[in-house]
């Protein structure tokens, strides 16, 4: 018989709820603890889906009836959480940005390695479907070598959100390029490969200076180039992703889930064109909202974090894809204060086979 992983979630917001509700739906997990400072909010999903209710985060992460941890807090407690869990002998999966800066992301780096745990980043949106399909069909090499990238990502911000620490660069680490951009940073490695120059440009434009409400980064990989927007002004739609191949394109795009693909034919250089729509997940969503396809994701990350967890290997987007994010997040705001190229030379500590926790 399979093992049933017990999980202990920190953090029971709004990711938090959606977390639980994925355990819930998952086979091999048991809610086993919740944890909030917000007792009403742990108090709420141990009902739904059950867990112990805690108040004390360093305690419910070592917990030993627990062999898992989720830490979905604001990003300021996902480094001494995730550290205090994993130097506890739990694998932990947490919510991305991995950390606020790159001391963080080492340390973090280093205690999975040091506990010989399996530390996953939660950058979900590899698996929503339009996503996985365009790199599935990437990888197929449908559209021949990928050249070019521009992925934009982004919400409307607000005055309700400016008001939440998102908003606060002390607990986020920055604004929206930490927030969101970092999601298609993510794509982008996993696409095109490594980055190995940056460029970025930001603007206040409603909120407080030396805050990214809007961020602009241009990426070099060593044969392509990518521009990445992040946006806490975008009024329309989520994201979207368009692929430039050297023999034809493809575009994804959320909401709706969609992806265009055309083909270039060498012989006539006539253009093929094909639409999937994801009707499955577009008619769900409207019954069930954007959750729906949100703890879709989060199940299939779970699902691959054990497969990792029960073969003792590093899981796909594990602790080097949060590290490696960070610190292109790192240069493009340096690059954006000081107007100059960055170079991100990949370091060694990435180089490293032995280290439990990379790339798949
Ligand atoms: N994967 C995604 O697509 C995605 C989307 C949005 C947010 N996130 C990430 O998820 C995390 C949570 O975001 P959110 O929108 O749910 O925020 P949120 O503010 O709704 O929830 C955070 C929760 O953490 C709790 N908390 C704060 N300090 C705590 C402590 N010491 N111990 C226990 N709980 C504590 C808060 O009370 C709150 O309930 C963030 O890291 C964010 O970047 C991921």
Known sequence: MTKAFAVALVGCGEIGSMRAAAVEKSPRLRLRAVCDIDRERAEALSKRFGGAVHGDAEVAVRAPDVDLVIISTSNNLHAPLAIAAMNAGKHVLCEKPLARNLEEATAMLDAAVRNGVQLKTGFNHRY??????SAELVREGAVGRPILLRASIGHPGGPEFFKRWFADPRIAGGGTLIDNGVHMLDITRWILGEVDEVMGMSSSARVSAGLDDNCFALLRASRAIASISSSWNKWDGYFEIEITGDEGYIH?????????????????????????????????????????????????????????????????????????????????????????????????????????????
């Open 252 to 360: 994804c795009r959320y909401p709706p889930m969609e992806v265009r693909i055309g083909k270039i034919n060498p012989r006539n250089g006539r253009l093929s064109q094909k639409r999937i729509l994801f009707w499955r997940d577009i008619l769900l969503e409207k019954v069930l909202t954007y959750r729906h396809t949100t703890i879709g994701t989060f199940l299939c990350e779970f699902d691959e974090w054990l497969e990792a967890i029960e073969a003792n290997r590093p899981p796909a987007f594990g602790a080097k894809d949060g590290y490696r994010v960070t610190e292109l997040v790192q240069a493009i705001y340096r690059s954006a204060r000081e107007g100059v190229r960055v170079p991100t030379p990949v370091p060694d500590v990435l180089k490293t086979p032995s280290a439990p926790s990379g790339r798949s």
């Open 128 to 133: 929503y479907p339009c996503v996985s399909k």
